[in-house]
């Protein structure tokens, strides 16, 4: 889920933006619980019941070959079984489709996986599931009719994969399958990160036989007729049809019980007979109000705003179903360093010293949306990269209180060449949301840089567009684009780091480098990392990685988010921390 | 026999942002059973607001009415509205000037005309269509049957003031009020009209008020004429002695402006010189006195009262009868000059 | 000799001569009416070009970069572009997706999720359409009273407290009085728990008292500046109707004062107030955004909403053309209706 901002938290309404947090007293990590509080339930929970989620947005792909919200990601993880996946209260990944975490070869280029007996198709097709529907479900991944965002990118590696998309499903030969129970993956070069990769959706089996049909249109509609392996379906008819049964875009998603499910193949507790995603709810107070009112149980997408998430951690019964988690990734503004005055690193230093990172949060709320971001690996991923970065000590940019240091700044400018600190040259531009809190944020960033005399024009469009025609497009690229962020898609540090600077990830539309970072040294860094198997290693060389870029200065992190996820009283909390807090709607239950 | 209809010192006046309009001001007036009584003045010389105050229909929160309107031993003034309604419409009718605008431009005539007869008697629909169709029948329109179902705008002027007569009488009332009902028409429609009404009234015995400015229509229809001046009766009595022996200012000069066909054409139109006056701020004592050319100072001071000059002939002017008298001789149109 | 009996048969009674049928296809009402179709038709197709014009000239998202995805190459995105139709010409894919229209009345399928965009339309029609009727329903109910009363005594103590709440009422922002409405009376989350609260629509078809009870907040929340604003003209109506002539008559014929105002002033100041109604009835099957959004109705606003958020062209299309269909629709029933109403209008 690297989207972030589409991810989990839609723009928000003018409603709750408007309610900025004057004085917001509370720190993220007091008041409400931390997601590490919620223990899963045990197996003593009480069974039965409806779940109600509430969320703004529908799912960005129903198909779990495509899924790639947060949002989406908590009905793909309840009815699909990746290889593997997470438990609620972890980020590490553990077994789920597979019998064993996979074994890797010492070289690092083979990585073998043997996957559990016993776990069937929900029906139509109900037989058992094999290797081959995992081999199947990873390369049609590559097809052009199903085009999956993320495959190229960690399973391009395997032997045999296509460099171009395929028009048909394509067959891989570095995914071999000995036996029935058995996957063999033979990679070009060794990936530190595949296990994590082997957690993506992607990887939940597909039957061939059934899909192919689906998957052969010029869009395949596999998913509005998928099948299910985990604990719950989408309700479906007898054909296995979703569409308007178990799946109405844009208004409500419906899961009931795979009867092909065995418990015993799963750590999924299941509780609840039925979960109900009702999509469509914009307003977020209105939102909360209902979770805290009983008459819904959790926000799948949206959450509470600032001026609500007060009330509720000053009451002593509400606070405790309110969990704070760490999104996992940071926010930043982006500096286009292939444009003057951007490529001098002095004045990008300046920018990252007059930044005032407090008022800047104060736009999304304040405190409590989480903390002040120093570096770009988050504290999420504690020794796994964060620890190794420095963690919050590492700081290169300071400045009292977080609040911006026009001194400094000035005196970086004057050493750009700048006499009297100030830029002298022509108007810059920014491409930013036109709706708040990140329209907030961009006036924040004007008015900052304005301070040592850069002057900013702002262009307002929608989210969307700001990326797909401005900010990913390098040929369109503005001097700033204030409103990018990045989420890792599992918790690797590469996964933050290397779509993001590595300067081989620029690509020519859907550039994810926003900056246009290409500093050798750091390109030949984090190619090195990529193939580093023993994790302690690995975590280290990439905590000096982002020590190196946060050091360029190409991209200032500003925020550390904390997502807020309330739950109603009668059902046990379960937030994903793997996950930025979604509710793991296969540990709840109704009490 | 006591008049039908009787006026006594009526006064009028309207509360408006610019002050008191003094509609009517003092009106004394009255009309026999079977008789033709017609009104002439002016522009707001308040015979219309005369009018609508008998038909009650100038109780407005704004207004003032003073005075008395006895209709059939009744004064009307000091009846309800409800018990209004049911004089209204039954027994004493108006008919207006336009009757384009004055008819419901969206139901049809028939129903208009139903309507009229079922809001004061209780008869079927088709009894009063039936009625409806006799009505039109009886103002001389072409194809009663046909035209019950028209529209007004489907109608020729004279027609639609044919139907606003057949609605006002249907009912057989014993006045009929007639405001300004040729003013919109041709001339030659003007003379049908009024010949029709003439003969309706001689047929069903209905006292007609004729409000007019125009003295053509008076002489063709009148028994009896009020001559009316800035909300005051200045002068009444019967046509001939109108038309003939007037003793009012005000009359000879309507007599002298009208223009005749035997004028030798190189003579001036003599209208009278100045202009009507406000009714908010009328002019002291006598209304008239500033367009008089015989005004004396008294006039400027008292309100002349209307006295009897001759049998059933009143006038309210401070000149001596002889005077006056002698004034016509001289001003009288001569029928010898035009020869 | 007895013999069959002569069985007469009985002519059957002709159905309408064509000479009759012949008629009623000339007559002047059927060719105005065949006009103002051939005219609706040119018209969506000018207002199809036109959305398809502003969606390629102004900048919104790219709908193939959106679909591939965060991490697509762009090899990728070049195949999804292909996959879409959307590599080729704008002139090209217009004449493609107008073909479909009037060939197979086939809108396309969401870029997003690749539904049937005439199906997503249709099935999300009945709530729209619940939510316009009722509302109209109730501003009427409401508005023209209100009007009336107000009319008949103009400059009241009255007149102007109800006037200056009819002010409020069109200023308030609807999203805003929809969030009161629910934080006061909605069965979930209001202090006075009474209607079905934001998202609990259903279809009449399923569930009539549950149906009811979600749009009661959604009508007046929608009807409450429309309320307001008819009342204000019908009291303008009613007041310039009450001075014409043909009131002075009904009076003048002894009616009571009620039978004048209201069937004689109400009937001439309704007619331009109830073609109005029909106008807005047209504007609003296009959807009422504010309204669906904030009490979460599914119907056609919202989904208008969505697919311009998310650059969804096919979606944006199908929502314009109902929009517009609904309006040139609304505005030929408007003037025929007219025509009844009024008797002086002709063709």
Same mark, same amino acid.
């Given at each position: 889920?690297?989207?972030?901002?589409?991810?989990?938290?839609?723009?928000?309404?003018?409603?709750?933006?408007?309610?900025?947090?004057?004085?917001?007293?509370?720190?993220?990590?007091?008041?409400?619980?931390?997601?590490?509080?919620?223990?899963?339930?045990?197996?003593?929970?009480?069974?039965?019941?409806?779940?109600?989620?509430?969320?703004?947005?529908?799912?960005?792909?129903?198909?779990?070959?495509?899924?790639?919200?947060?949002?989406?990601?908590?009905?793909?993880?309840?009815?699909?079984?990746?290889?593997?996946?997470?438990?609620?209260?972890?980020?590490?990944?553990?077994?789920?489709?597979?019998?064993?975490?996979?074994?890797?070869?010492?070289?690092? $280029?083979?990585?073998?996986?043997?996957?559990?007996?016993?776990?069937?198709?929900?029906?139509?097709?109900?037989?058992? &599931?094999?290797?081959?529907?995992?081999?199947?479900?990873?390369?049609?991944?590559?097809?052009?009719?199903?085009?999956?965002?993320?495959?190229?990118?960690?399973?391009?590696?395997?032997?045999?994969?296509?460099?171009?998309?395929?028009?048909?499903?394509?067959?891989?030969?570095?995914?071999?399958?000995?036996?029935?129970?058995?996957?063999?993956?033979?990679?070009?070069?060794?990936?530190?990160?595949?296990?994590?990769?082997?957690?993506?959706?992607?990887?939940?089996?597909?039957?061939?036989?059934?899909?192919?049909?689906?998957?052969?249109?010029?869009?395949?509609?596999?998913?509005?007729?998928?099948?299910?392996?985990?604990?719950?379906?989408?309700?479906?008819?007898?054909?296995?049809?979703?569409?308007?049964?178990?799946?109405?875009?844009?208004?409500?998603?419906?899961?009931?019980?795979?009867?092909?499910?065995?418990?015993?193949?799963?750590?999924?507790?299941?509780?609840?007979?039925?979960?109900?995603?009702?999509?469509?709810?914009?307003?977020?107070?209105?939102?909360?109000?209902?979770?805290?009112?009983?008459?819904?149980?959790?926000?799948?997408?949206?959450?509470?705003?600032?001026?609500?998430?007060?009330?509720?951690?000053?009451?002593?019964?509400?606070?405790?179903?309110?969990?704070?988690?760490?999104?996992?990734?940071?926010?930043?503004?982006?500096?286009?360093?292939?444009?003057?005055?951007?490529?001098? +690193?002095?004045?990008?230093?300046?920018?990252?010293?007059?930044?005032?990172?407090?008022?800047?949060?104060?736009?999304?709320?304040?405190?409590?949306?989480?903390?002040?971001?120093?570096?770009?690996?988050?504290?999420?991923?504690?020794?796994?990269?964060?620890?190794?970065? @420095?963690?919050?000590?590492?700081?290169?940019?300071?400045?009292?209180?977080?609040?911006?240091?026009?001194?400094?700044?000035?005196?970086?400018?004057?050493?750009?060449?700048?006499?009297?600190?100030?830029?002298?040259?022509?108007?810059?531009?920014?491409?930013?949301?036109?709706?708040?809190?990140?329209?907030?944020?961009?006036?924040?960033?004007?008015?900052?840089?304005?301070?040592?005399?850069?002057?900013?024009?702002?262009?307002?469009?929608?989210?969307?567009?700001?990326?797909?025609?401005?900010?990913?497009?390098?040929?369109?690229?503005?001097?700033?684009?204030?409103?990018?962020?990045?989420?890792? %898609?599992?918790?690797?540090?590469?996964?933050?780091?290397?779509?993001?600077?590595?300067?081989?990830?620029?690509?020519?539309?859907?550039?994810?480098?926003?900056?246009?970072?290409?500093?050798?040294?750091?390109?030949?860094?984090?190619?090195?990392?990529?193939?580093?198997?023993?994790?302690?290693?690995?975590?280290?060389?990439?905590?000096?990685?982002?020590?190196?870029?946060?050091?360029?200065?190409?991209?200032?992190?500003?925020?550390?988010?904390?997502?807020?996820?309330?739950?109603?009283?009668?059902?046990?909390?379960?937030?994903?921390?793997?996950?930025?807090?979604?509710?793991?709607?296969?540990?709840?239950?109704?009490? | 026999?006591?008049?039908?209809?009787?006026?006594?010192?009526?006064?009028?006046?309207?509360?408006?942002?610019?002050?008191?309009?003094?509609?009517?001001?003092?009106?004394?007036?009255?009309?026999?059973?079977?008789?033709?009584?017609?009104?002439?003045?002016?522009?707001?010389?308040?015979?219309?607001?005369?009018?609508?105050?008998?038909?009650?229909?100038?109780?407005?929160?704004?207004?003032?009415?003073?005075?008395?309107?006895?209709?059939?031993?009744? %004064?009307?003034?000091?009846?309800?509205?409800?018990?209004?309604?049911?004089?209204?419409?039954?027994?004493?009718?108006?008919?207006?000037?336009?009757?384009?605008?004055?008819?419901?431009?969206?139901? $049809?005539? =028939?129903?208009?005309?139903?309507?009229?007869?079922?809001?004061?008697? %209780?008869?079927?629909?088709?009894?009063?269509?039936?009625?409806?169709?006799?009505?039109?029948?009886?103002?001389?329109?072409?194809?009663?049957?046909?035209?019950?179902?028209?529209?007004?705008?489907?109608?020729?002027?004279?027609?639609?003031?044919?139907?606003?007569?057949?609605?006002?009488?249907?009912?057989?009332?014993?006045?009929?009020?007639?405001?300004?009902?040729?003013?919109?028409?041709?001339?030659?429609?003007?003379?049908?009209?009024?010949?029709?009404?003439? *003969?309706?009234? $001689?047929?069903?015995?209905?006292?007609?008020?004729?409000?007019?400015?125009?003295?053509?229509?008076?002489?063709?229809?009148?028994?009896?004429?009020?001559?009316?001046?800035?909300?005051?009766?200045?002068?009444?009595?019967?046509?001939?002695?109108?038309?003939?022996?007037?003793?009012?200012?005000?009359?000879?000069?309507?007599?002298?402006?009208?223009?005749?066909?035997?004028?030798?054409?190189?003579?001036?139109?003599?209208?009278?010189?100045?202009?009507?006056?406000?009714?908010?701020?009328?002019?002291?004592?006598?209304?008239?006195?500033?367009?008089?050319?015989?005004?004396?100072?008294?006039?400027?001071?008292?309100?002349?009262?209307?006295?009897?000059?001759?049998?059933?002939?009143?006038?309210?002017?401070?000149?001596?009868?002889?005077?006056?008298?002698?004034?016509?001789?001289? +001003?009288?149109?001569?029928?010898?000059?035009?020869? | 000799?007895?013999?069959?009996?002569?069985?007469?048969?009985?002519?059957?009674?002709?159905?309408?001569?064509?000479?009759?049928?012949?008629?009623? #296809?000339?007559?002047?009402?059927?060719?105005?009416?065949?006009?103002?179709?051939?005219?609706?038709?040119?018209?969506?197709?000018?207002?199809?070009?036109?959305?398809?014009?502003?969606?390629?000239?102004?900048?919104?998202?790219?709908?193939?970069?959106?679909?591939?995805?965060?991490?697509?190459?762009?090899?990728?995105?070049?195949?999804?572009?292909?996959?879409?139709?959307?590599?080729?010409?704008?002139?090209?894919?217009?004449?493609?997706?107008?073909?479909?229209?009037?060939?197979?009345?086939?809108? @396309?399928?969401?870029?997003?999720?690749?539904?049937?965009?005439?199906?997503?339309?249709?099935?999300?029609?009945?709530?729209?359409?619940?939510?316009?009727?009722?509302?109209?329903?109730?501003?009427?109910?409401?508005?023209?009273?209100?009007?009336?009363?107000?009319?008949?005594?103009?400059?009241?103590?009255?007149?102007?407290?109800?006037?200056?709440?009819?002010?409020? *009422?069109?200023?308030?922002?609807?999203?805003?009085? *929809?969030?009161?409405?629910?934080?006061?009376?909605?069965?979930?989350?209001?202090?006075?728990?009474?209607?079905?609260?934001?998202?609990?629509?259903?279809?009449?078809?399923?569930?009539?008292?549950?149906?009811?009870?979600?749009?009661?907040?959604?009508?007046?929340?929608?009807?409450?500046?429309?309320?307001?604003?008819?009342?204000?003209?019908?009291?303008?109506?009613?007041?310039?109707?009450?001075?014409?002539?043909?009131?002075?008559?009904?009076?003048?014929?002894?009616?009571?004062?009620?039978?004048?105002?209201?069937?004689?002033?109400?009937?001439?100041?309704?007619?331009?107030?109830?073609?109005?109604?029909? #106008?807005?009835?047209?504007? +609003?099957?296009?959807?009422?955004?504010?309204?669906?959004?904030?009490?979460?109705?599914?119907?056609?606003?919202?989904?208008?909403?969505?697919?311009?958020?998310?650059?969804?062209?096919?979606?944006?299309? =199908?929502?314009?053309?109902?929009?517009?269909?609904?309006?040139?629709?609304?505005?030929?029933? &408007?003037?025929?209706?007219?025509?009844?109403? %009024?008797?002086?209008?002709?063709?």
């Amino acid at each position: 889920m690297n989207r972030l901002l589409t991810s989990r938290r839609r723009p928000a309404t003018g409603v709750a933006a408007a309610a900025i947090a004057t004085g917001a007293l509370l720190i993220a990590g007091c008041g409400g619980s931390s997601s590490s509080d919620a223990a899963a339930s045990t197996g003593s929970a009480k069974k039965g019941g409806t779940i109600t989620v509430l969320s703004a947005g529908d799912v960005d792909h129903i198909d779990p070959g495509q899924a790639y919200y947060s949002f989406t990601y908590e009905i793909t993880y309840a009815t699909q079984r990746p290889l593997l996946a997470f438990k609620p209260d972890s980020v590490a990944t553990t077994p789920d489709l597979a019998a064993q975490m996979p074994t890797v070869s010492k070289d690092g $280029k083979t990585v073998t996986v043997h996957i559990r007996n016993g776990v069937r198709f929900s029906p139509p097709v109900n037989r058992e &599931v094999t290797s081959a529907d995992v081999k199947y479900a990873i390369e049609r991944g590559f097809a052009a009719s199903v085009a999956n965002g993320y495959t190229p990118n960690y399973f391009g590696d395997l032997v045999g994969a296509p460099t171009k998309a395929p028009t048909k499903v394509p067959s891989i030969s570095g995914i071999q399958t000995p036996n029935k129970t058995t996957l063999v993956f033979k990679l070009k070069h060794p990936e530190g990160v595949f296990n994590g990769a082997l957690a993506l959706p992607v990887t939940a089996p597909v039957p061939a036989q059934y899909a192919r049909k689906y998957d052969s249109k010029t869009i395949s509609d596999y998913g509005l007729h998928q099948v299910a392996t985990g604990p719950y379906m989408i309700k479906a008819n007898a054909s296995g049809s979703i569409n308007g049964v178990g799946y109405q875009p844009g208004k409500r998603i419906t899961l009931v019980r795979n009867p092909n499910w065995d418990a015993k193949t799963s750590w999924r507790p299941a509780n609840a007979n039925e979960i109900v995603f009702k999509e469509g709810f914009q307003d977020p107070t209105v939102t909360a109000k209902q979770i805290l009112s009983g008459s819904a149980d959790v926000n799948g997408d949206t959450p509470p705003p600032p001026a609500e998430l007060r009330s509720i951690m000053a009451n002593s019964s509400e606070k405790d179903q309110l969990f704070f988690t760490p999104a996992g990734g940071s926010r930043y503004i982006a500096l286009n360093t292939r444009k003057a005055p951007f490529d001098k +690193l002095a004045v990008r230093k300046a920018v990252a010293y007059v930044l005032d990172r407090n008022a800047m949060r104060l736009t999304r709320g304040g405190p409590v949306d989480g903390r002040i971001a120093t570096h770009f690996i988050d504290p999420s991923f504690k020794d796994k990269g964060f620890v190794q970065a @420095g963690g919050n000590s590492f700081n290169p940019f300071p400045s009292p209180n977080f609040g911006g240091d026009v001194a400094k700044a000035k005196a970086l400018m004057r050493q750009a060449g700048y006499p009297s600190g100030m830029y002298t040259g022509p108007q810059l531009t920014q491409v930013a949301d036109n709706t708040p809190p990140g329209s907030n944020t961009a006036q924040v960033v004007a008015a900052d840089l304005a301070k040592i005399g850069l002057k900013l024009k702002t262009i307002s469009v929608t989210h969307s567009t700001m990326y797909t025609r401005f900010c990913n497009v390098p040929r369109n690229e503005p001097n700033v684009c204030p409103n990018v962020g990045w989420l890792p %898609d599992f918790h690797e540090p590469q996964a933050i780091l290397d779509v993001t600077f590595n300067g081989k990830s620029i690509t020519t539309v859907n550039n994810s480098n926003w900056p246009l970072l290409n500093v050798p040294s750091l390109n030949q860094a984090m190619d090195r990392a990529e193939r580093i198997l023993d994790p302690k290693a690995r975590y280290a060389a990439w905590g000096r990685i982002d020590k190196a870029v946060t050091r360029t200065a190409a991209a200032v992190p500003w925020l550390w988010e904390e997502y807020p996820t309330l739950f109603s009283s009668r059902v046990t909390p379960s937030p994903e921390l793997w996950n930025s807090g979604g509710p793991d709607v296969t540990f709840m239950a109704v009490k | 026999m006591a008049p039908l209809l009787e006026i006594r010192d009526l006064h009028v006046s309207f509360r408006t942002r610019d002050g008191v309009v003094r509609a009517v001001d003092g009106v004394s007036t009255s009309l026999g059973r079977g008789e033709t009584l017609g009104v002439v003045g002016e522009s707001g010389s308040g015979k219309s607001v005369t009018a609508l105050t008998v038909m009650g229909l100038t109780r407005l929160p704004n207004a003032f009415v003073g005075g008395q309107i006895v209709f059939d031993g009744t %004064d009307l003034l000091e009846l309800s509205n409800e018990a209004l309604q049911h004089v209204r419409g039954r027994r004493i009718a108006m008919i207006f000037q336009d009757p384009l605008s004055s008819l419901h431009p969206l139901y $049809k005539v =028939g129903w208009q005309i139903e309507e009229a007869i079922l809001a004061h008697e %209780d008869v079927s629909r088709r009894a009063a269509r039936r009625r409806a169709i006799d009505a039109l029948a009886a103002v001389e329109l072409p194809n009663p049957r046909d035209l019950v179902d028209s529209y007004p705008h489907q109608l020729s002027g004279g027609m639609r003031q044919r139907a606003m007569i057949a609605m006002a009488l249907v009912l057989n009332p014993d006045v009929l009020i007639a405001d300004e009902p040729t003013t919109a028409l041709d001339v030659t429609v003007q003379a049908q009209i009024l010949e029709l009404i003439r *003969g309706l009234q $001689k047929e069903f015995g209905t006292a007609v008020v004729l409000i007019t400015h125009d003295l053509g229509v008076i002489a063709e229809t009148a028994d009896e004429v009020a001559v009316m001046y800035a909300g005051r009766v200045v002068e009444q009595g019967p046509l001939e002695t109108i038309l003939e022996a007037p003793e009012h200012p005000y009359t000879w000069g309507l007599l002298q402006s009208i223009p005749r066909l035997d004028t030798p054409r190189r003579e001036r139109l003599r209208p009278i010189q100045g202009t009507p006056p406000s009714l908010i701020h009328a002019p002291s004592g006598c209304h008239f006195h500033p367009r008089c050319p015989y005004a004396m100072p008294m006039c400027r001071t008292i309100d002349p009262e209307l006295l009897e000059s001759d049998e059933g002939h009143v006038v309210a002017c401070h000149l001596p009868v002889d005077e006056k008298r002698r004034i016509w001789r001289e +001003l009288r149109p001569r029928e010898a000059d035009a020869a | 000799m007895a013999t069959a009996p002569s069985v007469r048969l009985e002519r059957p009674r002709r159905s309408p001569t064509p000479r009759a049928l012949r008629a009623a #296809l000339t007559s002047s009402l059927a060719i105005y009416i065949l006009r103002r179709l051939v005219w609706a038709v040119a018209m969506l197709v000018v207002v199809s070009a036109l959305t398809f014009l502003i969606f390629y000239l102004f900048p919104s998202a790219d709908p193939a970069a959106l679909r591939a995805g965060r991490q697509a190459t762009p090899e990728l995105i070049a195949q999804i572009r292909r996959a879409l139709g959307l590599d080729r010409p704008v002139y090209e894919q217009f004449y493609l997706y107008m073909k479909n229209l009037f060939l197979h009345f086939d809108l @396309g399928y969401s870029y997003q999720n690749n539904i049937s965009v005439r199906s997503e339309i249709f099935s999300r029609l009945p709530a729209t359409i619940s939510l316009t009727v009722g509302a109209v329903v109730v501003w009427l109910a409401i508005g023209i009273p209100v009007g009336v009363i107000s009319a008949v005594r103009p400059r009241s103590r009255l007149d102007r407290v109800v006037m200056g709440a009819a002010l409020v *009422g069109i200023s308030a922002p609807v999203y805003w009085l *929809g969030l009161v409405a629910l934080f006061l009376f909605a069965s979930d989350i209001g202090k006075v728990p009474l209607f079905g609260g934001a998202g609990s629509y259903v279809p009449l078809t399923q569930d009539p008292a549950g149906w009811f009870s979600s749009l009661v907040l959604p009508w007046f929340v929608l009807a409450t500046a429309f309320a307001a604003f008819y009342a204000r003209m019908v009291r303008g109506n009613l007041i310039d109707v009450l001075g014409e002539d043909y009131i002075r008559t009904a009076r003048s014929k002894g009616l009571t004062e009620r039978r004048v105002i209201l069937r004689h002033g109400l009937r001439a100041a309704l007619t331009p107030v109830l073609t109005i109604a029909g #106008l807005d009835i047209g504007i +609003l099957l296009g959807g009422a955004v504010l309204t669906e959004t904030v009490f979460n109705i599914p119907g056609v606003g919202r989904f208008a909403y969505d697919s311009i958020v998310n650059s969804d062209l096919p979606s944006i299309q =199908g929502t314009v053309l109902f929009g517009a269909a609904f309006i040139i629709i609304a505005n030929l029933i &408007v003037d025929i209706g007219y025509a009844l109403l %009024d008797p002086r209008v002709r063709y």
